[in-house]
DNA sequence: CATAAATGTAAAACACCCTTTACATTATAC
DNA sequence: GTATAATGTAAAGGGTGTTTTACATTTATG
């Protein structure tokens, strides 16, 4: 499964750790979402829509 | 986490076994996600958005 | 270059998703 | 009303997402 978190972070010009403290997670959590270790859950996803403010379906591809 | 699952399948007039199949999961996936025990995983998301054409925003609420 | 900031790797512990199996309850049809 | 289909409950086990901690590597800044 593939996802944006990368370049949407870098579009806000936010550190992994700036962007795990915004969601509530850690930045073990960002740095395995971005390098694709893991997909994460829904609950969270939809966390990363509400923030970067578009749909699911743009930012995560099966 | 609310979800319209049951809701869609019956619009589908689907059994949850049925429904399950079309998934590739077992029936009591269907029944915990139905009845609230847990929520998919974004990908299990992801195929339930595709199998009833709807955006996972429009099936699975916060 | 040297220092600090940012990113990456690793491993253990825990929680949760999903399966499997088995049985109980509710709804449907004859 | 009884058989059957559909739905629900329960519990154990495997796999995976998340946290925590600690350290290594890369990138940015002076």
Partial sequence: ???KLK???REYNLTQEELARALGVTRQ?????EN???DPTLR???KISNFFKRPVEDIFKI
Same sequence: chains 1, 2.
Avoid: H
């Fill in 44 to 46: 969270l996803a939809f």
């Fill in 36 to 38: 694709n270790k893991y």
């Fill in 29 to 33: 959590t960002i740095i395995a979402i």
């Fill in 1 to 3: 499964m593939e996802n």
């Fill in 7 to 9: 370049e949407l972070r």
